[in-house]
């Protein structure tokens, strides 16, 4: 066990969902006082059960970001904030955009508020998207590659950023940004669909439904596993430097390198199909992001090969069935 986050005061926003979750049970385990803001409706919340054995020692606060709030006293007590609440199906941000407008923008700026009014000054660690950045001019990605996002939510990630700069700027609030890639783990969300494609191809897997890609499965993506990417959240609380960086991976992956690591351990079949319109016209391509920045920064590598990850993301769910879909779709 680590000392370094002992007795610390941490908020967790978004701490019952998938990343948040792991994040706060890794927290937990080393001593911290973890405190998680998350939704109250539990449709769009993550699941407490998440917490397992630290439940007990963890403050659970249900309260929408977007609206003021008795919640702010946990951020101005707090020595640092992961902030990873937030809207992030890139086709709901399409369909609803004054929706992800609130949920990432209006969340972000109330936390920022809480954030400088605090005289525990707390440092944020902002989990951004790689999406800011749309279709790759050159591979790999670079932190100075153009913005161009591909949609709404890609826009208020990167409005979230400039919020993050600004604040900094002109208030001193210190923090960092990270701009996550393809995550997977135990604890994904498998219930909605717009929470990413990995987490669609293993609800169907888990279900023994048949797998439908769209394209040619050629597609390059990071793909990181849970713990690796709460390692790093950790490590850019520590960093002071305020980013943004990549938490992307030493060679991508494509997503048929996906489904065949996951075809090993759940045989189901795979179909491919052209790509529906409205997503075809918000995808991203081939991504591929340089992690050099953030690896000279803090010495960090993604650690966890792919088939070890799926082995135990996939033990995990049939361990703990709550988290199982009931039915999938796509």
């Known amino acids: 066990m680590s000392e370094a986050w002992q007795g610390r005061r941490v908020v967790v926003t978004g701490g019952l969902g998938f990343i948040g979750s792991n994040l706060v049970l ?22 407490f059960r998440h917490l397992g054995p630290v439940a007990d020692r963890v403050t659970v606060i249900r309260a929408d970001l977007s609206l003021p709030g008795d919640w702010r006293r946990a951020i101005e007590n707090a020595e640092v ?38 005289r525990t000054s707390p440092r944020l660690v902002f989990a951004s998207t790689r999406q800011v950045y749309g279709r790759a001019i050159a591979l790999p990605v670079r932190e100075s590659h153009p913005l161009r996002p591909p949609d709404v939510n890609g826009v208020h990630n990167v409005a979230g950023e400039e919020y993050l700069r600004l604040y900094r700027e002109v208030h001193g609030l210190q923090s960092t940004t990270i701009r996550l890639a393809n995550t997977y783990g135990p604890r994904m969300d498998l219930r909605h669909a717009g929470r990413g494609v990995l987490n669609v191809f293993l609800a169907r897997a888990l279900l023994g439904q048949p797998i439908t890609i769209f394209g040619d499965g050629s597609q390059k993506r990071d793909i990181n596993h849970v713990d690796d990417v709460v390692e790093a959240l950790l490590l850019a609380a520590r ?20 489904l065949q690591a996951l075809q090993t351990r759940l045989p189901v079949e795979v179909s491919h199909q052209p790509f529906p319109p409205e997503l075809e016209a918000i995808d991203i391509g081939d991504s591929h992001c340089d992690i050099a920045a953030f690896q000279a920064a803090t010495g960090w590598s993604p650690a966890t090969p792919l088939d070890e990850g799926l082995a135990r993301t996939i033990k995990w769910f049939l361990s703990n069935p709550h988290a199982l879909p009931r039915a999938a779709t796509r």
Do not use: K, W
């Not at 927290?27 to 539990?42: C, F, H, M, R, S």
């Not at 609440?85 to 109330?110: T, W, Y």
């Not at 980013?243 to 390198?257: K, N």
């Open 239 to 258: 960093v002071n430097q305020a980013g943004p960086f990549h938490l992307g991976s030493p060679v991508p992956a494509t997503l048929s390198d996906f």
């Open 81 to 118: 904030v992961f902030h990873l609440a937030g809207q992030v199906s890139h086709s709901a941000s399409m369909s609803d955009p004054v929706a992800d407008l609130r949920h990432n923008c209006g969340s972000l700026l109330q936390v920022l508020e809480a954030a400088r009014a605090a």
């Open 26 to 47: 890794r927290l937990a385990g080393e001593g911290a006082e973890a405190t998680v803001i998350d939704l109250p409706d539990p449709e769009c919340a993550g699941d």
